[in-house]
């Protein structure tokens, strides 16, 4: 997807990127849904997915949410109108989704989260709600009605009685009916209330937008988890304090800043944890290396056969190269730093395509060092042979 619709993809990026709302008619032209309403359902009713089902007029009260797995009993009594399913990360199970997620690498793959899939019959919604993050939503199956309101933040009225954050009140600025193929997406915090016109399925892609609360609590812990009960607070310089030993002077401070100066100044620690943070796995027990860990012997006749290599759904990826540092970040965990700079371009290659044809890194596996790497990258189950 080169461009949305008749927006080309810089102009998006300048004027509506984390900035405005925007309608995008036939963004997928012609789209056809890879999964249908019992496609989902059956997903929702297994242990490892993350499901929800949103009442509006729950057994036990309005916005009621309960959480899944679910059984075919449950999904046999649910109510005719005004409920809504949804599971999260389904580009994790279905190769197709993926795909799809893969069009929005015009933002970098490491911001991206997961591509939720809402089913709901006619008056379905999950209420009027903003998102602290940017997300697109796809119409790809029926109608519904979008209504777009003002931006709005955590000081907002909510509902009370629901654990989910939902708006009293929702002053309604846009008002849209999406059909399958069009999209919609919303910057953070502009509120929307999304109903089912009929039986509907909308696809979400969200993206990872951490708070700086949890950047910093995260950060932390990963500094100190490599820090020993040797490296502590001094003071050689100290003056005489007896006339005010209370007093905390700004030499003290100027201590304790150049303390974490000289953590969070280091680049590439601070990458390395930025890559890790980032790409960490929302699902890890998803994502398991090969029980039986491949040879290269085994590899290469797949490569002669110029078959696709693809990324694995449940892998995140991102690197990170300046002038002296290369790291290779998949699900948190550094994969490669130290290989000579042409296993780099390969890495690299493999990072940004989620397809590739085998034949595209041939030019790199003369050297030994990058059939190390590939064979990794398989044994670790982050890629794997696909059909053309």
């Known amino acids: 997807m080169n461009t949305l619709n008749n927006i080309d993809i810089p102009t998006f990026l300048s004027e509506y990127w984390q900035k405005k709302p925007l309608l995008i008619r036939n963004a997928f032209q012609s789209f056809i849904s890879p999964i249908d309403p019992d496609d ?14 949103i009442f509006e007029n729950g057994p036990n009260g309005p916005w009621e949410l309960q959480h899944g797995p679910f059984t075919e009993e449950d999904f046999n009594k649910l109510p005719e109108e005004k409920w809504t399913l949804l599971v999260q990360a389904v580009d994790q199970w279905v190769p197709e989704l993926a795909d799809i997620v893969d069009q929005f690498k015009f933002i970098p793959k490491w911001r991206l ?35 777009i309101g003002l931006k709005y933040n955590e000081n907002s009225e909510f509902v009370d009685g629901t654990n989910l954050k939902i708006l009293s ?13 069009d999209m919609l997406y919303l910057p953070p915090q502009y509120a929307h209330n999304g109903i089912a016109l009929n039986d509907c399925m909308t696809f979400s892609i969200g993206f990872r937008a951490p708070s700086e609360a949890d950047i910093l609590s995260n950060l932390t812990d990963h500094i100190c988890a490599e820090l020993n009960e040797d490296e502590r ?32 100044n280091d680049r590439a620690k601070l990458s390395n944890w930025l890559a890790s943070y980032m790409t960490e796995s929302k699902y890890e027990e998803l994502q398991e290396p090969l029980e039986e860990e491949l040879e290269w012997s085994e590899l290469t006749p797949f490569i002669e056969q110029a078959q696709i290599i693809t990324q694995n759904e449940t892998s995140r990826w991102a690197y990170y190269e300046s002038e002296d540092i290369f790291q290779l970040t998949i699900n948190g965990q550094l994969i490669e730093a130290a290989h000579p700079n042409v296993c780099h371009e390969m890495a690299k290659h493999l990072a940004n395509n989620r397809h590739i044809q085998a034949t595209d890194i041939m030019q790199w596996l003369s050297e030994t060092q990058c059939q190390h790497l590939l064979l990794e990258l398989f044994n670790l189950n982050h890629l794997y042979f696909d059909e053309e």
């Open 40 to 53: 989902l359902a059956g997903l929702a009713m297994e242990e490892d997915a993350e499901s929800r089902l």
């Open 113 to 147: 989260d997961d591509l939720m899939v809402s089913f709901a019959p006619k008056g379905g919604s999950v209420g009027p709600h903003f998102d602290q993050y940017d997300v697109f939503l796809l119409q790809a199956h029926g109608q519904r009605q979008w209504q």
């Open 169 to 181: 009140n929702m002053d309604i600025t846009e008002e849209w009916t999406l059909n399958p193929g």
């Open 233 to 264: 607070y001094s003071d050689p310089d100290q003056k005489d304090a007896r006339s005010t030993p209370a007093k905390i002077d700004d030499q003290a401070v100027d201590r304790i800043q150049a303390i974490l100066l000289k953590h969070i």
